[in-house]
């Protein structure tokens, strides 16, 4: 079982960073797999980020390629997404998510994921 907790959302004018965190709870953290997914007013809920269970794979959505970076410390069981370069269309909610099932690949769709954090508001001004 795992208890995710996401912060470090803000305001922040476009070409700007912020560095989120989640904040896992629960035995399993490091082995599981972690996700990052954003979801904007009257939008579906899209795949960002995901890294594996020892950071060593990581895979990212086309739009943040480049600009966002998904890293964990499992000493800490937290997992990070670094967003620099940020855009207006990067305004969402961001959502930490953990796969609880084994899987050499990393998932990018909400169902193949166990476990939600409660989101952390993204703003970016133009």
């Known amino acids: 079982q795992v208890q995710l907790v996401e912060s470090g959302g803000g305001l922040v004018q476009a070409g700007g960073s912020l560095r989120l965190s989640c904040a896992a709870s629960g035995r399993t953290f490091s082995s599981t797999a972690m996700g990052w997914f954003r979801q904007a007013p009257g939008k579906e809920r899209e795949f960002v980020a995901a890294?594996?269970?020892?950071?060593?794979?990581?895979y990212y959505a086309d739009s943040v390629k480049g600009r966002f970076t998904i890293s964990r410390d499992n000493a800490k069981n937290t997992v990070y997404l670094q967003m620099n370069s940020l855009k207006p269309e990067d305004t969402a909610v961001y959502y930490c998510?953990?796969?609880?099932?084994?899987?050499?690949?990393?998932?990018?769709?909400?169902?193949?994921?166990?476990?939600w954090g409660q989101g952390t508001q993204v703003t970016v001004s133009s």
């Open positions: 998510a953990a796969d609880g099932t084994p899987s050499l690949r990393l998932h990018t769709t909400t169902t193949e994921y166990d476990y």
């Open positions: 890294v594996n269970w020892n950071g060593g794979r990581t």
